[in-house]
Each structure stands twice: as C-alpha cells, then as structure tokens.
C-alpha cells in the first residue's frame, strides 16, 4: 500500500517530464528535418569591430550524425568536418588523415564552439528535468545525458506557438552562464520548413566579442551513410 501511495506522488512527474521529452523534440523537427542540407554563413565580430566570415555546406542525416564544408574564405576551401555523436574530426586538404577535436573548441575561432557548429538534435544529448510557462513561452530546463557534452545545463525559452527556441542559455554544472544564443528573424525556408534564420550568441567569458550564423537556405534531403565516414571527408564537395 505504501509503494502504491509513493508511486501515485511521483506519477505527475514522470508524466511531466514525458510531456517536455515530447516537447523538446517537437523543438529540434521544427528547427531542422531529421535529415537535411544547408547553407549558411558564420560571422565572428571582435570588439573593435573587426569581422572574419565563413560560408559552410552542411549536411545531416538521424539525430546524430552531421557533416560541414567550408566553402570560403579561398584559405579554407576543401576544409571539413564530420561529427558521430560526441567524436569529431577535421579534414585539411593535403595534411592527410583527419585529426580529432573536441567540442568546446572552435574550428572557426569566436564564440560558436564546434558544438554549435555541428549541433545535433537537442533531444539526443539532453534530458528534459522541468519545464515551465512564463509570459506565454515554454521555458525548459535541460540535463546533459552525459559528462562529454559540451553544456551540462541548458534552459531553452521557446515560442510556444511556433514551439521554436528564442534564447538558449548554455550552462556548467554549478550554473554558471557559458554563453547565450539568441534565435531571430523567423523565414520560410520552404518545405514546410519555417524557422529562425539567425542565430547570434555572446559570453560573459568572452566580453565586447559576438558571433553570428546566418542560414540562406535549408532543404530535406536524404544521404548515404558513406557520406558520413572520415573516408568520404575529402568528397564532400561531390554532394553540392
């Protein structure tokens, strides 16, 4: 009787958390098909207002599996990048085989770390632990499912009628703000696809510096799993 009564206490809970679980993954489809290309610029602007800007092919195939190739500047034409999960790597023309980065570093430099460059479904790394509703938008609170993601804690704030991220607070263990990414300017990409097209984050780690990703154009598409294999790192160009 009394296991009955303590399971009845944690079923609104449970219940709960399935109804964020649900939620969150409603966010990740409405930002990106499961599988897709893209195209898309990344601007780094220091504080004196010096700019630096990469235009990136990126491709994506389940939940966490993605691929980019820079595409300009000419310094970095035939550079990419492959994530599988947690592990990633990156492609140098000429230097051989891929070597490995992590994904608190920046292959771009600037705020955006390769996590967020290659971000995956936020579903796949997170689990939801609370979600909440304030001035008409779904605020929901996320665990890292493990200690190799890059942000231990997340707290998205989303539109709850177009269930799309406004602001992203990326956090440490103990909560301290790393960095905040900030979701603008809604555009139909066509197919169904209606999102943020602009992406800006700042850090109070990194004050007076600001980056920003720029989408142009978004499209399901299907692919291979050769596509994403260090082998085929040096063929991306053949998928554009």
Known sequence: MLKLA???????????????TALLKEIDRNLTPESYESYRKLINIE?????REYTMFTVKK?????ASLFLAPASENGRSTLRLGENMWLYVPG???????????????????????LQLDYAAEYDVSAVDEKDGDYVLRLKAKTRTV?????????????????????????GMLIKTLYFKEVKDFG????????????????????????????????F?????????????????
Do not use: H, W
């Open 191 to 222: 197919g169904g696809i209606v999102r943020p097209s602009v992406i800006e984050t700042d850090s109070p780690l990194y004050r007076g510096y600001k980056s920003v990703m720029i989408f142009a154009k978004i499209k399901k598409r299907e």
């Open 47 to 51: 504080p004196n207002g010096a700019k």
């Open 62 to 66: 389940g939940l966490d599996r993605v």
């Open 150 to 174: 890059a942000y231990d804690k997340l707290v998205i704030t989303a539109d709850k009628a177009g269930k799309l991220p406004k602001k992203i607070e990326c956090m440490t263990q103990d």
């Open 95 to 117: 230097v051989g085989k891929p070597i490995r980065i992590t994904s608190l570093q920046s292959v771009v430099g600037g705020v955006f770390n390769n996590a967020d460059i």
């Open 224 to 240: 291979k799993d050769e596509v994403f294999t260090m082998g085929f790192m040096s063929r991306m160009a053949e998928l554009r």
């Open 6 to 20: 303590a399971l009845m206490l944690l079923l609104p809970a449970v219940v709960f958390a399935a109804d964020g």
